[in-house]
């Protein structure tokens, strides 16, 4: 379940920025697939893919982690 939330709101936070996933995936040094699957909630993201998310999205932790 947990993993659901994190890709929801990363996918959230990606469009918002209007990064589509194939250059969000190059930003965070990821490939397309790996972005794929965690925003569908199938992986877990990796604390050094996490800190990627946060820096390139200008978001912090907190708000990616929120449940509200």
Same mark, same amino acid.
């Given at each position: 379940?947990?993993?659901?939330?994190? $890709?929801?709101?990363? #996918?959230?936070? =990606? *469009?918002?920025k209007g990064y589509t996933q194939e250059e969000?995936?190059?930003?965070?040094? %990821?490939?397309?697939?790996?972005? $794929?699957?965690?925003? #569908?909630?199938? =992986? *877990?993201?990796?604390?050094?893919?996490?800190?990627?998310?946060?820096?390139?999205?200008? %978001?912090?932790y907190e708000e990616l982690t929120s449940?509200?």
């Amino acid at each position: 379940m947990e993993e659901l939330i994190w $890709g929801r709101r990363i #996918r959230a936070f =990606r *469009k918002l920025k209007g990064y589509t996933q194939e250059e969000f995936a190059k930003l965070i040094c %990821v490939s397309v697939s790996v972005l $794929g699957e965690i925003e #569908r909630g199938t =992986r *877990k993201p990796e604390d050094d893919i996490l800190l990627s998310v946060v820096t390139t999205l200008g %978001v912090t932790y907190e708000e990616l982690t929120s449940i509200n």
